[in-house]
Structures are given as C-alpha cells and as structure tokens.
C-alpha cells in the first residue's frame, strides 16, 4: 500500500515556464515532507522540505505547497531551465514517531528549450 | 566537508553469494540509513543506524543486515543473493535521523546474475 504517490510519471515543460509536481498521502501521521530531485547514478539530492505546521515554503525558484486537508503537496519551480531535467521524488516522514522517509516514486520532468 | 561516501560503486554478483556494501556518512552525522531504489518498487527504506544501534527497520527480509562502527560508518550485508536483489543501494546520513533531511551517497549498483 503506498503512502506516498506520485501519480505523473512524467512532465515536459519549456524553458521559462512553471513546472508543477504533485505529490498525495495517506498517512495523516505524517508531519514532514520533503522533495528531493535524482539524476542517473547518481543519489538523490534535498531540494526543500516543509513541516505539517506551515502550508507554503519559498527557496529561490522552488516552492512547495502543502494542503493538509487533502494530504496533497506540490513543488512549483520558476522559471524552469534545462539543468532541472530529472526525477523528482516526494518523501513523507513521521517526526513525532521517529519514523523513516517513505518516498513517492518519482516524476520525470522534462524541461526543453 | 565531504559528503556521503559508498564503496564499492559498482558490483557483480552471482545467486546465493553473499555482498558487504559500505557506507562513510558525513562527518558529525551519527545517524546512518539505507535504501534500496528498484525500478518496480522505488526508493524503498532498509534500516537506519544510530549511535551503533538499529533503530528502525523496513519490510526487509532477515538476508539483509547492517551495523554501525562507533566512527559512524555503516555496512549493509545482503546473503544469499536472489536475482530480485539486484538494485541501486543507497547510503543516507543525518545528524539525528527522523524526521530530518537526508543526504545521500550515490550510491552501490548491485547486480546479482
């Protein structure tokens, strides 16, 4: 039973766009999330993350939007660049229960100039 | 500072051998977690090690083990290797482990033939 679901395997984008990834859960235990983005071979690296508490959390051209109600998070990224082509994977944790990631399984982006 | 370091990068095994992966978090980081990322399943959490102790544990089979060092470093041992084991094993540290970031190794790409 997955928790954490991405459920677009993929996104094509142009350049200077928005790119929107979405991300549902289930668990209502879950009070972290986090996105990270994965290039081949390579380990994922953190972009930003955002606690249950907050529903917006701003880095640069990355946003991540939580809505609780629905258990569903977003990432926004603009303008979107070539160099953001990869997979991004949502992750979802229990901090309070000390539990482990558990990660979507990823969103291909595509961004094209 | 360096960052996660996972020896060996690539490996080849045969069914019903057994495999020792290595981990070497980032320095100051006392807590050590393993995944295992598959095309089927994704990212898919193992074990997490803190201060030498297993403090919690995937939905993983007993053949895969792990320990920490008292310098932080962890191996994963995976025995009696099955085809299904072949994967991309990734090593992430954190200061404290839940709930917190996690910055990942690139991780051993195991192939079991």
């Known amino acids: 039973d997955q928790q954490v679901k991405q459920n677009s395997p993929s996104l094509s984008v142009q350049e200077g766009r928005i790119s929107i990834l979405n991300c549902d859960y289930t668990n209502s235990m879950f009070d972290y999330f986090l996105w990270y983005k994965k290039y081949p071979a390579e380990g994922p690296t953190f972009l930003i993350s955002i606690s249950s508490i907050k529903d917006k959390n701003e880095d640069g051209r990355f946003t991540v939007f939580l809505n609780k109600s629905a258990k569903h998070l977003s990432l926004h990224i603009v303008p979107s660049q070539p160099g953001d082509s990869a997979v991004y994977f949502c992750?979802?944790?229990?901090?309070?229960?000390?539990?482990?990631?558990?990660f979507g399984k990823g969103t291909t982006l595509s961004v094209s100039s | 500072k360096a960052g996660v370091t996972q020896t060996p990068r690539y490996l080849i095994k045969t069914r019903g051998q057994q495999v020792t992966l290595s981990c070497s978090p980032i320095s100051g980081h006392r807590s050590v977690s393993w995944y295992q990322q598959t095309p089927g399943q994704g990212l898919q959490f193992l074990f997490e090690?803190?201060?030498?102790?297993?403090?919690n544990k995937g939905n993983f089979p007993g053949r895969f083990s792990g320990r920490q060092f008292s310098n932080s470093r962890s191996e994963m041992n995976v025995s009696t290797l099955e085809l299904g084991d072949s994967a991309l094993y990734l090593c992430?540290?954190?200061?404290?482990?839940?709930?917190?970031?996690?910055?990942f190794g690139s991780g051993t790409q195991l192939s079991v033939l």
């Open positions: 090690y803190f201060s030498e102790t297993q403090r």
């Open positions: 992750a979802a944790s229990a901090h309070q229960a000390g539990t482990a990631l558990i």
């Open positions: 992430a540290s954190s200061q404290r482990g839940a709930g917190e970031k996690l910055f």
